[in-house]
């Protein structure tokens, strides 16, 4: 059967731990983490060492634990805390947060060195990690550290700095592994840029490498390229996310809605799984825990633009996303490849109207698309496609196995029933290039006829260059009504 289903795994809580055995115990890095990136949701970056208050932190980390998470992320600031010469508040409070993940059995990454320039100071920095991470030499409450947030490899400076500071920070801790990253921009090049500055002997224990591009689509082919990148060093991707954003999607033409961005939102990161799963890479790193309030975020490149206060699993009033139940399944080792392909899942449209969730409507002209829930072959809905005149549209998807299979080909199937005057609905698979360019399709015709389901079938290939496949019911001067129900996808 190629029904692409969810596996059925409990949503329950991680089991306790308490900060002994986090300490006693040391994670295999990357490949058993289970990492969120953290701040409290109205006060993001420098505010939440700023505004400390533990109380918050401690019950937002037993919240993130909740999720499976092993790993909590915590992100320093030299210019805050104190550069070259560390401050003892802001020691202090690290050490707080520390103990505070402990207590709610999470280890910590240790994020350094963000929002900091000042490449040619090879000493201060050494002295300034000395003082600031004497106290954690061995300590198994921090999981791994990395050396710096998103280096840009064309910096002045960045490569001979890294070059240095790597094998000694390396030396200095003493087994606890060390790791680099670079943004999501230009991730590959910026990626094979740092590892021939680095050479062989200064390469960190892993890279890390950070993702938010679109709709996940082109997850499987940037992570492939990220990991030849790396090789022979191991490779994580330390941050991957999808901002429920009220003005712009990641995902063609899907509404502008809090239920339709949420439900995207839970369809990215599925995607992003699957495609690491396939690659034999760790689960991705998760930003981040919560949406920001307004105020919340300080003022840098980033406070001014919507996307970026809503990337979070829960809203910023602690409410959970969709994307939480998600992620807690994922965590826990689930493979979760549910596309709503039974259109059970629906979504508000700009219009009030319920739409399926996750199938962008293209190019309707004339053809109304709308999930019915009083028609259906299984479940309870199915996506209904009607026009009094012969019109022309499409109901689009890109699966969650989206990304291609090296020497295997696609398969879909789906369901129909209904009446037609003039015209057919047809079901195809097209593929799609780097560049988002539909380069070939193949198709099938759905049987329309009353009072009788009727199944199509499509097999493809991938051809040459193609990266992405995506399921498409086309409708081709339909005059009539068809619901459309069962949609599958996989790979043989």
Same mark, same amino acid.
């Given at each position: ?47 939440? !060492? ?25 992100? =320093?600031?030299?210019? +805050? ?7 003892? +508040? ?59 947030? &998103? ?84 490779? !994580?991707?330390?941050? =991957? ?60 490149? =980033? ?43 629906? =979504?508000?449209? &700009? ?28 479940? &309870? ?12 549209? +499409? ?19 789906? !369901? ?32 329309? +006829? ?40 996989? !790979?043989?």
């Amino acid at each position: 059967m190629l029904v692409a289903t969810a596996l059925a795994l409990p949503a329950a809580s991680a089991p306790a731990r308490d900060s002994g055995e986090v300490a006693a115990t040391r994670l295999d890095v990357p490949r058993d983490l289970r990492v969120v990136s953290y701040y409290p949701a109205d006060a993001g970056w420098t505010l939440m !060492w700023e505004r400390w208050r533990p109380e918050r932190v401690a019950a937002d980390l037993r919240r993130l634990r909740g999720l499976n998470a092993n790993t909590v992320r915590l992100v =320093v600031f030299p210019d +805050q805390f104190g550069y070259p010469k560390l401050a003892p +508040q802001y020691r202090e409070r690290l050490a707080h947060a520390v103990a505070l993940a402990a207590a709610a059995g999470l280890h910590v990454q240790l994020t350094l060195f963000d929002w900091w320039y000042e490449y040619g100071d090879h000493a201060g920095s050494k002295a300034w990690l000395r003082e600031l991470l004497a106290p954690y030499v061995g300590d198994a409450r921090v999981a791994f550290v990395e050396l710096r947030n &998103e280096i840009d490899p064309a910096a002045a400076g960045a490569v001979v700095w890294a070059r240095e500071l790597v094998p000694w920070l390396r030396g200095y801790l003493r087994g606890t592994p060390v790791t680099l990253s670079v943004g999501n921009a230009g991730s590959v090049r910026a990626l094979r840029a740092l590892v021939r500055g680095l050479g062989a002997a200064s390469r960190p224990d892993f890279f890390t490498a950070h993702y938010f591009t679109g709709g996940g689509e082109l997850a499987g082919s940037v992570f492939r390229q990220l990991r030849q990148a790396a090789a022979p060093t191991p490779l !994580w991707i330390g941050e =991957v996310g999808y901002p429920t954003s009220s003005n712009s999607s990641g995902y063609w033409t899907l509404p502008l809605t809090r239920s339709a961005q949420e439900a995207a939102q839970s369809h990215f990161l599925k995607t992003s799984f699957d495609a690491l799963r396939q690659l034999g890479l760790p689960a991705a790193g998760i930003w981040i825990l919560d949406d920001f309030a307004a105020g919340a975020i300080p003022a840098s490149d =980033v406070f001014p633009h919507e996307p970026e206060y809503t990337f979070g699993l829960y809203r910023a009033d602690g409410s959970p996303k969709l994307a939480a139940g998600t992620v807690r399944r994922l965590f826990a080792g689930g493979r979760e490849l549910s596309f709503n392909g039974g259109f059970e899942q629906s =979504v508000n449209a &700009e219009d009030g109207s319920r739409r399926p969730a996750m199938w962008a409507a293209v190019g309707l002209n004339g053809l109304a698309t709308e999930r019915d829930t009083n028609v259906s072959r299984t479940g &309870e809905a199915s996506v209904r496609l009607s026009s009094t005149v012969a019109a022309y549209g +499409q109901l689009n998807v890109a699966p969650i196995e989206t990304g291609v299979r090296t020497g295997r080909c696609a398969e879909s199937t789906a !369901w129909s029933t209904g009446r037609a005057d003039g015209g057919r609905v047809r079901l195809m698979i097209g593929w799609f290039d780097a560049t988002f360019r539909r380069i070939a399709r193949e198709s099938s015709w759905l049987p329309v +006829q009353v009072g009788r389901w009727g199944r199509a079938h499509v097999r493809a290939c991938p051809p040459r260059r193609a990266v992405f496949a995506r399921v498409i019911v086309e409708s081709v001067g339909l005059d009539g009504t068809a619901w459309i129900d069962d949609v599958t996808f996989g !790979w043989r």
